[in-house]
């Protein structure tokens, strides 16, 4: 069993950053595939970064050359840094884990991009 805690979540305005942080709990981190994705109002979860346990990294075009997904096994943690946002990525950004047939969720954390 994972579980996964979502943080730095905020309000800010377009143009600025944020980092997002996941800290999981349980054994085996390091083997997990791991991701971000996120909810806007009205709309589906969508992708947003993955990197897998051989920090293979796949981005959504929408984000590409703006966020940056990292992890630190040593720690249980995974990153998003968000560098210049736009209103369009106003929502609640949720943590994933995946190994196999297990897929863990965390609860998310609202980012909200409004000046």
């Known amino acids: 069993q994972v579980q996964l805690v979502e943080s730095g979540g905020g309000l800010v305005q377009p143009g600025e950053s944020l980092k997002l942080s996941c800290a999981a709990s349980?054994?085996?981190?390091?083997?997990?595939?791991m991701g971000w994705y996120r909810q806007a109002p009205g709309r589906q979860r969508e992708l947003v970064a993955t990197i897998t346990s051989g920090y293979r990294i796949n981005y959504a075009d929408s984000v590409k050359s703006r966020f940056t997904i990292s992890r630190d096994n040593a720690k249980n943690t995974m990153f998003l840094q968000m560098n210049s946002l736009k209103p369009e990525d106003t929502a609640v950004y949720y943590c994933n884990a995946n190994l196999g047939i297990k897929n863990y969720w965390g609860k998310g954390t609202l980012v909200t991009v409004s000046s």
């Open positions: 349980g054994s085996r981190f390091e083997l997990y595939a």
